[in-house]
């Protein structure tokens, strides 16, 4: 079976995949890690296990996920053996890692090189790994980044109009977030339309706590919202997207912000939570629009504006358009984002069907107006899917597996 691993700062996501990636067995998050009122689900099919209890650190995470997974009453593996191979989740690959890889010494000592760029994030991803080195030795890990996609964007929309020796000398680029959920969605999508990949030209919308636009022609990511760090872009939950850096020496040096307030600011305490000064949760921030409350109301219109902007963009960008692809917690679940999103796009070909809008959850993930050049789906990502698959292709090599899933259509019974 295939473990796949999702380290966060805080949490500890799994799931646990039959060897021909067929059917998660098991899954389950370990939450609150090192905080007051951490707890653990576990998941087996309908069935759920939940734990209260302090969980000080990863290592003790780590655990609570054994024991669920090899001793619960939802217990649903003898014992380590039964774990053929582990794929990770890790954020930032720099400009080293231009795909999934093996791991192996090198690779630990890279990711450690990469940690500069994601401070918060790629030392638990690397713990994440230690963990399961000593856990299940001898286990082959993959490990799968959410930069790599992008590797593919091309310089000139890549390299930034600073000096040219911050890019050179330190690595100061667009690096792009949300490749393993644009990758997974672009193929999905491609699936649906029954067409080559190499023939489309898309945008996708990762629009969740976090969005990643991005411009995927032929299958290779183009341009992507998202940068060097991950404020910029579209606005997100806490996270501004793009403002005039102006204003960041105007707070420094005219309002007396440190450096750190104003990260924290970017970062934590902008976007739609910043405008609407209610939530950084979208289906809120709309309740709310809905009843009047103008800075809510504000808040969804930046939303929705800077993402039509962007999809334009980006059709110039690619020379055209074939596809607009939703996807995320907003993306798959609110049809008013995606109708306003779309509305006047009819001039990039792009018009909705407000009645197939409705009814995605029946499982119809095309929603364009008959006759539309541009195909408007939403397809449910699946991350860890994507990594399942990854860790399958490149332990194939050292362990028989069955034969490998090829097609991406997405489970609506199960997401959605
Ligand atoms: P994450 O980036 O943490 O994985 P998700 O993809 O789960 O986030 O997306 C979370 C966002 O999706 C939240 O802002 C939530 O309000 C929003 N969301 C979920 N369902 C709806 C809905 N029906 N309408 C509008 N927003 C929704």
Redesign the pocket.
């Known amino acids: 079976m295939i473990l796949i691993i999702n380290c966060g700062s805080s949490s500890l996501k799994y799931q646990l995949y039959n060897p021909d990636l067929t059917e998660v067995v098991a899954k389950g998050l370990i939450a609150r890690i090192g905080e007051n009122g951490s707890y653990a689900e576990h998941f087996v099919g309908q069935e759920r296990l939940v734990m209260r209890r302090a969980i000080p650190d990863h290592k003790v995470g780590f655990d609570v996920m054994v024991d669920n997974l090899l001793h619960s009453e939802l217990a649903v593996i003898e014992g380590p053996q039964a774990i053929t191979a582990i794929g990770h989740r890790a954020v930032h690959g720099g400009d080293i890692f231009v795909e999934s890889t093996l791991v192996d010494e090198t690779v630990m000592e890279q990711l450690h090189a990469c940690a500069r760029f994601a401070p918060l994030h790629n030392p638990c991803n690397i713990a994440g790994i230690e963990e399961c080195l000593r856990r299940f030795p001898g286990v082959p890990n993959v490990v799968v980044f959410d930069t790599a996609f992008h590797q593919s964007v091309p310089r000139e929309a890549h390299v930034y109009a600073l000096p040219y020796e911050l890019y050179s000398q330190w690595g100061i680029r667009r690096y792009g977030f949300h490749g393993t959920s644009c990758r997974y969605v672009s193929q999905a999508a491609a699936d649906i339309l029954n067409r080559p990949l190499e023939d489309l030209s898309m945008v996708i919308c990762h629009l ?3 969005v990643t636009l991005d411009a995927v022609k032929a299958g290779r990511s183009v341009d992507t919202s998202i940068g060097f760090g991950t404020f910029c872009g579209i606005p997100m ?1 806490t996270r501004s997207g793009d403002f005039d850096p102006a204003i960041i020496f105007h707070l420094v040096k005219e309002r007396g912000m440190s450096v750190e307030e104003v990260e924290a600011l970017c970062y934590e305490k902008s976007g739609l939570l910043g405008v609407s000064g209610v939530s ?5 921030v ?1 309740e709310r629009a809905e009843a009047g409350d103008d800075r809510c109301a504000l808040a969804v219109d930046i939303f929705v504006y800077q993402i039509k902007k962007t999809v334009g963009a980006y059709a110039a960008a690619m020379d055209g358009l074939d596809a607009l692809v939703f996807t ?3 993306g798959e ?2 049809k008013e ?1 995606r109708s306003r999103v779309c509305a006047g796009l009819g001039v990039l070909g792009v018009r909705i069907d407000e009645r197939l809008n409705s009814m995605v959850r029946n499982g119809h993930p095309n929603i364009s107006a008959a006759d539309m050049r541009v195909a408007t789906l939403v397809v449910p990502t699946d991350e860890e899917r994507m990594i399942a698959l990854d860790t399958y292709r490149l332990v194939s090599d050292s362990i028989r597996f069955p034969a490998p899933i090829t097609s991406f259509a997405p489970t609506y019974a199960e997401r959605v």
Do not use: F, K, V
């Not at 950084?280 to 809120?284: A, H, L, P, Q």
């Open positions: 969740g706590n976090g939950g950084n949760d979208m289906r809120e709309m995320a917690g907003i679940n609110s984002i």
